[in-house]
């Protein structure tokens, strides 16, 4: 069985974390455990790296699928490299180091899709907030201390990569990190203002985190004619 280190239900969905193991025979044994023959041939052409992350988000999904009540037929990618999921599920995949995590949702309203990001809550070495954040969220770390900012702009990084994720699927094009902007409340709920071109459309958004085992974890829902 998986190592299962989190299942919650949030508002964006089930979200499951599983522990990476290490060693590339301990991944193997997770496929071979957890995984379909489909699942685990596409995983077996990768190098070490990839293979690890990619057995970790099928286990995860595949747990977060079946506490939900849902099965799937071989979750492979699709053209964009998400995962393809039976018709009425959304879901995504994140990973970092020791873990890997998956939201899947039901298609309620019809339209919609979510994404989620994991990261490991500690300062970063670089200082990325110059390449993430716009003006205005600029402005918002002003008078933080180097730890407090440095995980505050992390913090904004991880909300914007489930954002993107959940967008993706509408766009199907690498949105940059200066065409949303991000205001995130202390609650754990945030607003998204979006600096799209017009001919992209119109969106509703929602983004969600939290702090956790020395976690970060942000998810998103995208709603296409918000």
Same mark, same amino acid.
């Given at each position: 069985?998986?190592?299962?280190?989190?299942?919650?239900?949030?508002?964006?969905?089930?979200?499951?974390?599983?522990?990476?193991?290490?060693?590339?025979?301990? %991944?193997?044994?997770?496929?071979?455990?957890?995984?379909?023959?489909?699942?685990?041939?596409?995983?077996?052409?990768?190098?070490?790296?990839?293979?690890?992350?990619?057995?970790?988000?099928?286990?995860?999904?595949?747990?977060?699928?079946?506490? %939900?009540?849902?099965?799937?037929?071989?979750?492979?990618?699709?053209?964009?490299?998400?995962?393809?999921?039976?018709?009425?599920?959304?879901?995504?995949?994140?990973?970092?180091?020791?873990?890997?995590?998956?939201?899947?949702?039901?298609?309620?309203?019809?339209?919609?899709?979510?994404?989620?990001?994991?990261?490991?809550?500690?300062?970063?070495?670089?200082?990325?907030?110059?390449?993430?954040?716009?003006?205005?969220?600029?402005?918002?770390?002003?008078?933080?201390?180097?730890?407090?900012?440095?995980?505050?702009?992390?913090?904004?990084?991880?909300?914007?990569?489930?954002?993107?994720?959940?967008?993706?699927?509408?766009?199907?094009?690498?949105?940059?990190?200066?065409?949303?902007?991000?205001?995130?409340?202390?609650?754990?709920?945030?607003?998204?203002?979006?600096?799209?071109?017009?001919?992209?459309?119109?969106?509703?958004?929602?983004?969600?985190?939290?702090?956790?085992?020395?976690?970060?974890?942000?998810?998103?829902?995208?709603?296409?004619?918000?």
């Amino acid at each position: 069985m998986a190592d299962v280190l989190f299942d919650w239900t949030l508002d964006h969905g089930r979200c499951v974390g599983v522990t990476l193991p290490e060693a590339d025979d301990a %991944i193997t044994a997770m496929a071979a455990e957890s995984l379909l023959p489909e699942e685990r041939a596409a995983a077996a052409a990768f190098g070490a790296v990839r293979r690890r992350a990619w057995v970790g988000g099928r286990v995860a999904m595949r747990e977060a699928l079946a506490r %939900i009540g849902k099965t799937a037929l071989p979750i492979l990618a699709d053209e964009r490299g998400a995962p393809r999921l039976p018709p009425g599920i959304v879901g995504s995949i994140s990973h970092k180091d020791h873990v890997a995590v998956a939201l899947v949702a039901t298609e309620d309203r019809g339209g919609e899709r979510v994404g989620v990001d994991v990261e490991i809550d500690a300062p970063r070495k670089r200082d990325i907030a110059a390449k993430v954040l716009r003006p205005e969220e600029l402005a918002t770390l002003e008078g933080m201390g180097a730890e407090e900012r440095a995980r505050a702009v992390l913090l904004r990084f991880s909300a914007k990569e489930a954002v993107y994720k959940a967008l993706d699927p509408y766009l199907k094009r690498y949105v940059g990190f200066l065409e949303i902007a991000v205001t995130l409340e202390d609650d754990g709920t945030g607003e998204v203002t979006p600096h799209l071109p017009a001919g992209d459309g119109a969106f509703a958004f929602e983004v969600r985190w939290m702090r956790m085992g020395g976690l970060m974890v942000t998810t998103a829902r995208v709603t296409a004619g918000g």
